[in-house]
């Protein structure tokens, strides 16, 4: 664990009451369990997402983009 997470529980420990503690704990599992699953997501669509870009950069190397306009969007 690193010194600023020991040092912000252990304030959190003296100053919050049990309910404001249990709400942060609440909070940072649901933050860790998002962070996770977005993990587990693009895991899974690695292999794809660099083999897209690759496609992408032969088309350009290839001459065969055009210059995004901002104003035809």
Do not use: C, H
């Amino acid at each position: 664990m690193t010194d600023l997470l020991k040092k912000v529980l252990e304030v959190a420990e003296r100053v919050l009451p049990d309910s404001d503690q249990n709400a942060l704990a609440q909070t940072i599992l649901e933050d860790i369990r998002s962070e996770m699953a977005w993990e587990d997501a693009f895991d899974d669509t690695y292999e794809q997402l660099r083999a897209m870009a690759e496609r992408a950069r032969a088309d350009y190397r290839a001459g065969r983009t055009t210059p995004l306009d901002p104003e035809k969007l």
